[in-house]
C-alpha cells in the first residue's frame, strides 16, 4: 500500500513540476534580458549569389520603412486565393506580402486578418524567394527587376517571371499556387547559343527580422511549443535549434546535407518552409546575424548547361495557417515528410495524432469545440473504464486486507526482508497486485499531455468559442472573481487570474480525494488535501480547453467513484471502519 502512495506521489509532483515550473520561474524568477551584442557587420539581406555555390548575404537597410510606403515601392503581381491575399515584389521576385484571410489577429470580427510574411525593410520583415546561384552566368539578384507574363497568381492562374541577363541567359520562375497555402516555383535556366557552359543551381530562402515573442531558446519539452527554425533532413524532423541557438553557433549558422525534406520556420500557429524536389541532394541552413535569421535551400552540386540548353527544376513555398489536415494532405500527396510535425507533438505524437483527429471529426459532428471536448473526454473516460474497475478493486482488496497486513508489520517489525517476503505472499494468497491502482494515473499522463499539445498548440482551437464567457478556448478563462468578474477595473496577474474553470477544477478534484481512501501517512495526507487547490493555481493560466477537458474528467470520475463504491462495498464499510477507529484513537 506505501509503495503505491509513493508511485502515486511521484507521478502527481512530477506532472506539477513539468506543468507548473515554467510559470512558477516566469512570475518569481524572470529571466534577465540578454546583453546586447555588437554587430561590426551591416544587417543582411535575404540572398544574393557567389561563385562558390554558396548563398551569400548583403546589405538590409538599417531604419524600418512604413509598410504601405514598401508596398508601394515596387511594381508587384497580386496574390489572390480563399485562404491568402498578397502580392509578389517583382524587385527579386520576393514572396513577401502575405495575409491569411481566414485567420484574425485578435478575436474580435472586426479584427485584421493575420499578416504572416511583410516587405525587407519594414519593422516585422519576413518574405521567401527563388534564385540562382553558380558560375559562368551573370546571376540574378534580391535587386533584380523581373517581367511577368500576369497581373495576378490565382489558383487558376500561374503567372512567370522572367529576366535576361546581357549575355542572352535567361531565367525563369513560374510560379502557381493551391488553394490553401502551397506554392509551387518551376525555376528555369536557357542558356544562350555560343557561351561557355555555365553551372547554376536554384535555391530558396526565407528572411525574417527578429523573432516572434513566443520563441524558445531551445527544442521542445513537455511543457514548450517549439518556436523558430525547423525542418526535415533525411527524414527525420529537427527541433533542435532555436533562434539564439543559432546566432551563438560557430559562425552563427547551422548546416545539413539531405536528400529532400524541407527546411523553414514556425511561429505557434504559423510556417513558412521551403520544400526542395524530394529526390535531389541539398544543402540547408539556419543562419543568423544583426538581428536578422534565415532559412535557406539550395542543390548539393551545381548543374552543367551547355550553350543553347535549359535546366529547370520545381520547388514549393509553403505559407499559411499550421491546419493538420492540410499539412497532412500535402504530406501524403506530395511527398513532403513530415510537413504535419511542424506541429510539435512532443513525446507522445502516436497519442495526440489519433486523438487530434478523433477531435475535429466531432467538431465536424456538432459544431462546437466545447461540446467536442466534452464528447473526446466522454470517449477516454469509456476507453479507461475497464481500468479503472481493475484498480477500484485493487483498492478493496488492499483495504480488506490492511488488518492482516498490520499484523504482519507488527510481528516483523524488526526484519524488514522477512516482512517483504510474508506481505508478497499475502499479496498472493488474496490474488491482489498492489501496482493495479497506479495503472490508470500512468495512463493518463501522457494522454493528458497529448491532449495538452493539441488545446494549446493546434490552429483549429485558436478563437473557438464553447458557450457563454467562453470565447477562446485556446486561452486561459477570462472569467476570475479576483476583480469581482471584471467590475472592478484592473487585470489582475497571471499567477493570481483563477477562472471559473480552474476553480472548478480544484473543487471537482477535492471531491475526488474525499472519495478515495485517505493514505495512512500523515505526510502523504497532507501533500494530497493541499493537491486540488495548489493545481487550481498551477492550471489556470491554461488554454480553457484543457481546463474544460480536465473538469469534466473530474466529474465523470466521481460518477464513477460512486458507481464502483456501490459494487466494492467493501471498501467503503473498511473506510468507515478505518475513520472509526482514528476518531476512537484520538479521543
Same mark, same amino acid.
Given at each position: 500500500?506505501?509503495?503505491?502512495?509513493?508511485?502515486?506521489?511521484?507521478?502527481?509532483? !512530477?506532472?506539477?513540476?513539468?506543468?507548473?515550473?515554467?510559470?512558477?520561474? *516566469?512570475?518569481?524568477? #524572470?529571466? $534577465?534580458?540578454?546583453?546586447?551584442?555588437?554587430?561590426?557587420?551591416?544587417?543582411?539581406?535575404?540572398?544574393?549569389?557567389?561563385?562558390?555555390?554558396?548563398?551569400?548575404?548583403?546589405?538590409?537597410?538599417?531604419?524600418?520603412?512604413?509598410?504601405?510606403?514598401?508596398? =508601394?515601392?515596387? $511594381?508587384?503581381?497580386?496574390?489572390?486565393? #480563399?485562404?491568402?491575399?498578397?502580392?509578389?515584389?517583382?524587385?527579386?521576385? @520576393?514572396?513577401?506580402?502575405?495575409?491569411?484571410?481566414?485567420? @484574425?489577429?485578435?478575436?474580435?470580427?472586426?479584427?485584421?486578418?493575420?499578416?504572416?510574411?511583410?516587405?525587407?525593410?519594414?519593422?516585422?520583415?519576413?518574405?521567401?524567394?527563388?534564385?540562382?546561384?553558380?558560375?559562368?552566368?551573370?546571376?540574378?539578384?534580391?535587386?533584380?527587376?523581373?517581367? #511577368?507574363?500576369?497581373?495576378?497568381? !490565382?489558383?487558376?492562374?500561374?503567372?512567370?517571371?522572367?529576366?535576361?541577363?546581357?549575355?542572352?541567359?535567361?531565367?525563369?520562375?513560374?510560379?502557381?499556387?493551391?488553394?490553401?497555402? +502551397?506554392?509551387?516555383?518551376?525555376?528555369?535556366?536557357?542558356?544562350?547559343?555560343?557561351?561557355?557552359? =555555365?553551372?547554376?543551381?536554384?535555391?530558396?530562402?526565407?528572411?525574417?527580422?527578429?523573432?516572434?515573442?513566443?520563441?524558445?531558446?531551445?527544442?521542445?519539452?513537455?511543457?514548450?511549443?517549439?518556436?523558430?527554425?525547423?525542418?526535415?533532413?533525411?527524414? *527525420?524532423?529537427?527541433?533542435?535549434?532555436?533562434?539564439?541557438?543559432?546566432?551563438?553557433?560557430?559562425?552563427?549558422? %547551422?548546416?545539413?546535407?539531405?536528400?529532400?525534406?524541407?527546411?523553414?520556420?514556425?511561429?505557434?500557429?504559423?510556417?513558412?518552409?521551403?520544400?526542395?524536389?524530394?529526390?535531389?541532394?541539398?544543402?540547408?541552413?539556419? @543562419?543568423?546575424?544583426?538581428?536578422?535569421?534565415?532559412a535557406n535551400v539550395r542543390n548539393a552540386q551545381l548543374t552543367a548547361v551547355a550553350?543553347?540548353?535549359?535546366?529547370?527544376?520545381?520547388?514549393?513555398?509553403?505559407?499559411?495557417?499550421?491546419?493538420?489536415?492540410?499539412?497532412?494532405?500535402?504530406?501524403?500527396?506530395?511527398?513532403?515528410?513530415?510537413?504535419?510535425?511542424?506541429?510539435?507533438?512532443?513525446?507522445?505524437?502516436?497519442?495526440?495524432?489519433?486523438?487530434?483527429?478523433?477531435?475535429?471529426?466531432?467538431?465536424?459532428?456538432?459544431?462546437?469545440?466545447?461540446?467536442?471536448?466534452?464528447?473526446?473526454?466522454?470517449? %477516454?473516460?469509456?476507453? +479507461?473504464? &475497464?481500468? =479503472?474497475?481493475?484498480?477500484?478493486?485493487?483498492?478493496?482488496?488492499?483495504?480488506?486486507?490492511?488488518?492482516?497486513?498490520?499484523?504482519?508489520?507488527? @510481528?516483523?517489525?524488526?526484519?524488514?526482508?522477512?516482512?517483504?517476503?510474508?506481505?508478497?505472499?499475502?499479496?498472493?494468497? *488474496?490474488?491482489?497486485?498492489?501496482?493495479?491502482?497506479?495503472? &490508470?494515473?500512468?495512463?493518463?499522463?501522457?494522454?493528458?499531455?497529448?491532449?495538452?499539445?493539441?488545446?494549446?498548440?493546434?490552429?483549429?482551437?485558436?478563437?473557438?468559442?464553447?458557450?457563454?464567457?467562453?470565447?477562446?478556448?485556446?486561452? /486561459?478563462?477570462?472569467?476570475?472573481?479576483?476583480?469581482?468578474?471584471?467590475?472592478?477595473?484592473?487585470?489582475?496577474?497571471?499567477?493570481?487570474?483563477?477562472?471559473?474553470? #480552474?476553480?472548478?477544477?480544484?473543487?471537482?478534484?477535492?471531491?475526488?480525494q474525499k472519495l478515495n481512501p485517505q493514505p495512512m501517512d500523515e505526510v502523504q495526507?497532507?501533500?494530497?488535501?493541499?493537491?486540488?487547490?495548489?493545481?487550481?493555481?498551477?492550471?489556470?493560466?491554461?488554454?480553457?480547453?484543457?481546463?474544460l477537458y480536465w473538469v469534466v474528467s473530474n466529474l465523470i470520475s466521481i460518477g464513477?467513484?460512486?458507481?464502483?463504491?456501490?459494487?466494492? /462495498?467493501?471498501?467503503?464499510?473498511?473506510?468507515?471502519?478505518?475513520?472509526?477507529?482514528?476518531?476512537?484513537?484520538?479521543?
Open positions: 500500500m506505501e509503495d503505491r502512495r509513493n508511485i502515486i506521489l511521484a507521478v502527481l509532483l !512530477t506532472g506539477l513540476i513539468l506543468f507548473g515550473w515554467p510559470y512558477v520561474a *516566469e512570475q518569481f524568477f #524572470p529571466t $534577465p534580458p540578454p546583453a546586447e551584442k555588437s554587430v561590426s557587420a551591416p544587417a543582411k539581406s535575404e540572398g544574393a549569389n557567389s561563385d562558390s555555390g554558396d548563398i551569400a548575404v548583403t546589405s538590409l537597410p538599417a531604419k524600418a520603412v512604413a509598410l504601405p510606403s514598401a508596398l =508601394a515601392a515596387n $511594381p508587384r503581381v497580386l496574390i489572390e486565393t #480563399p485562404k491568402l491575399k498578397g502580392s509578389i515584389n517583382l524587385e527579386g521576385a @520576393r514572396v513577401d506580402d502575405l495575409v491569411l484571410s481566414t485567420h @484574425r489577429q485578435e478575436l474580435s470580427k472586426k479584427s485584421p486578418p493575420v499578416r504572416l510574411f511583410a516587405p525587407s525593410g519594414t519593422e516585422n520583415a519576413y518574405f521567401a524567394r527563388f534564385g540562382w546561384t553558380g558560375n559562368g552566368a551573370t546571376l540574378p539578384t534580391d535587386k533584380t527587376v523581373w517581367t #511577368p507574363d500576369g497581373k495576378k497568381l !490565382t489558383p487558376t492562374s500561374p503567372v512567370t517571371l522572367s529576366w535576361t541577363n546581357p549575355e542572352g541567359q535567361r531565367f525563369d520562375i513560374k510560379l502557381s499556387i493551391d488553394e490553401h497555402y +502551397m506554392l509551387s516555383a518551376d525555376q528555369r535556366f536557357t542558356n544562350a547559343v555560343g557561351l561557355p557552359t =555555365a553551372n547554376v543551381a536554384p535555391f530558396g530562402i526565407i528572411s525574417r527580422k527578429g523573432k516572434p515573442k513566443e520563441a524558445t531558446k531551445g527544442g521542445s519539452i513537455f511543457t514548450q511549443i517549439h518556436i523558430g527554425p525547423i525542418g526535415v533532413f533525411n527524414g *527525420e524532423p529537427n527541433y533542435d535549434w532555436g533562434y539564439d541557438q543559432v546566432a551563438e553557433a560557430p559562425g552563427n549558422k %547551422v548546416s545539413f546535407d539531405s536528400t529532400g525534406g524541407w527546411n523553414g520556420m514556425t511561429d505557434k500557429y504559423w510556417l513558412a518552409a521551403l520544400i526542395p524536389d524530394q529526390k535531389i541532394p541539398v544543402k540547408a541552413e539556419f @543562419r543568423s546575424e544583426g538581428g536578422y535569421n534565415w550553350a543553347g540548353q535549359s535546366a529547370s527544376q520545381t520547388s514549393r513555398l509553403f505559407a499559411g495557417a499550421k491546419e493538420f489536415e492540410e499539412l497532412r494532405t500535402y504530406t501524403k500527396k506530395l511527398g513532403i515528410p513530415y510537413l504535419d510535425y511542424s506541429i510539435d507533438w512532443g513525446w507522445f505524437w502516436f497519442i495526440a495524432i489519433p486523438f487530434l483527429t478523433i477531435l475535429l471529426w466531432l467538431f465536424d459532428l456538432v459544431g462546437n469545440f466545447g461540446v467536442a471536448i466534452i464528447a473526446l473526454t466522454i470517449i %477516454v473516460r469509456i476507453f +479507461m473504464f &475497464p481500468v =479503472a474497475q481493475k484498480q477500484f478493486a485493487s483498492m478493496a482488496g488492499m483495504r480488506a486486507v490492511q488488518p492482516k497486513m498490520k499484523v504482519l508489520q507488527e @510481528r516483523y517489525k524488526d526484519d524488514k526482508p522477512k516482512l517483504q517476503q510474508e506481505m508478497m505472499k499475502l499479496y498472493q494468497e *488474496e490474488k491482489i497486485n498492489p501496482l493495479a491502482g497506479c495503472l &490508470p494515473i500512468l495512463l493518463q499522463i501522457p494522454i493528458f499531455f497529448a491532449l495538452y499539445k493539441i488545446l494549446m498548440l493546434t490552429v483549429e482551437m485558436r478563437h473557438q468559442p464553447f458557450a457563454l464567457w467562453l470565447k477562446d478556448l485556446s486561452a /486561459p478563462d477570462p472569467l476570475t472573481p479576483v476583480n469581482l468578474f471584471g467590475l472592478l477595473p484592473f487585470d489582475p496577474p497571471t499567477f493570481l487570474a483563477i477562472g471559473i474553470l #480552474p476553480i472548478l477544477l480544484g473543487i471537482t478534484m477535492w471531491l475526488m495526507k497532507q501533500v494530497f488535501a493541499i493537491m486540488p487547490w495548489f493545481l487550481m493555481f498551477i492550471m489556470a493560466p491554461f488554454a480553457a480547453g484543457l481546463q464513477q467513484q460512486k458507481w464502483l463504491y456501490a459494487k466494492h /462495498p467493501i471498501l467503503k464499510e473498511q473506510m468507515a471502519k478505518e475513520e472509526a477507529e482514528k476518531k476512537k484513537a484520538k479521543a
